[in-house]
């Protein structure tokens, strides 16, 4: 399949190799599954490409150790430990809100890019905009991806939805930050190990260095979130039977629910996946409750109703907190509140 973007592209695609390639993780103070999710993500995912990472509070440990899971890189307290482990790319491993390095992580994407490191960043702050760093990058041959910076092309959804034949499933949330992303993944690769033709797209920083490509929705301009949504389904589906859709944020989040419906409608899928943290009452920075699965249920669809009769067909928890005892009783609530699977 071609992978090349057109000129008129909004999707996003990897300047450089990311899977095989050393990886570093720079997670300084953060390395948890909460506060660095793209790290977490990548030491799942890529584990086997992952030489270390770097957080001093948590340093002696393996990211197995740290994480739960993840394989046995070390966790290390200094740069240059790091650097001596021969990483060929580092990820910047966190996403604060705002968006913006601080000083300690920008001392470690300078140190990367002075000893000759490409560096991958999701930030909504742009590295290559940043003289100096620019400027270090320049001297010793380093490249930077800025994952988030989205092609200057505007379009505008016409509803269509994927127009390949493929089957759109989306993946959608009560709250950010509950594994929709985790769960588009897992649905693939279930899907493939099942004989199905699938493949999965991916709409946020993390999903796309793991992917090599998509579209960051956070990032586009609200009025072509729809259009760049669609032709990433349409670009994914070309040689598939099932395109399974990242979701970002919840419609019921009032700091993320714009990309939410911009996704929703720019997808148009055929079913959707609620994905829920267990035990997750509040939304995360925000203090007011989390409806009952049931009522998002039935908000989701109803936002589709007036396009398509689109259902929920699935229930996924996130029980990363809960003992295995503890996860299987919360399915078995989340189904019987449901009806669903």
């Not at 394989?71 to 790319?89: F, K, S």
């Not at 032709?231 to 714009?258: K, M, N």
């Amino acid at each position: 399949m071609n992978t090349v973007p057109s000129p008129e592209s909004m999707l996003v695609h990897a300047p450089f190799p990311i899977e095989g390639r050393r990886l570093l993780l720079l997670a300084e103070g953060c390395f948890t599954t909460l506060d660095a999710k793209t790290a977490a993500c990548v030491a799942m995912y890529r584990a086997r490409d992952v030489v270390a990472v770097l957080d001093a509070s948590r340093a002696g440990r393996t990211v197995h150790e740290t994480l739960g899971f993840g394989g046995d890189a070390p966790v290390v307290a200094t740069i240059e430990e790091a650097l001596a482990r021969r990483p060929q790319l580092a990820v910047v491993g966190t996403a604060p809100a705002g968006g913006e390095l601080d000083t300690v992580m920008r001392a470690h994407v300078a140190r990367c890019l002075e000893a000759g490191l490409d560096v991958a960043s999701g930030m909504h702050a742009f590295l290559a905009d940043d003289p100096a760093l620019a400027a270090l990058a320049r001297a010793s041959g380093a490249r930077i991806w800025d994952i988030r910076r989205v092609p200057e092309v505007r379009a505008v959804s016409n509803g269509a939805g994927c127009t390949t034949g493929a089957r759109v499933v989306l993946t959608v949330g009560t709250d950010c930050n509950v594994g929709k992303m985790t769960v588009a993944l897992e649905l693939d690769r279930a899907a493939r190990a099942g004989g199905v033709r699938s493949t999965w797209a991916a709409t946020g920083q993390t999903g796309i260095l793991l992917r090599g490509r998509g579209v960051p929705v956070d990032r586009v301009v609200a009025d072509f979130v729809g259009g760049a949504t669609q032709e990433l389904v349409d670009f994914e589906g070309r040689d598939a039977d099932v395109v399974i859709v990242e979701g970002q944020g919840s419609i019921t989040h009032p700091g993320y629910a714009g990309v939410t419906l911009g996704l929703l409608y720019g997808a148009m899928p055929d079913a959707m996946v609620l994905v829920h943290t267990a035990g997750r009452e509040r939304y995360k920075r925000f203090d007011h409750a989390i409806p009952p699965l049931p009522e998002v249920v039935a908000l989701y669809e109803s936002l589709m109703r007036p396009y398509k009769t689109t259902r929920v067909v699935a229930i996924a928890l996130n029980t990363r907190r809960l003992t295995p005892d503890d996860a299987r009783r919360a399915l078995e609530r989340a189904s019987d509140d449901t009806g669903l699977p």
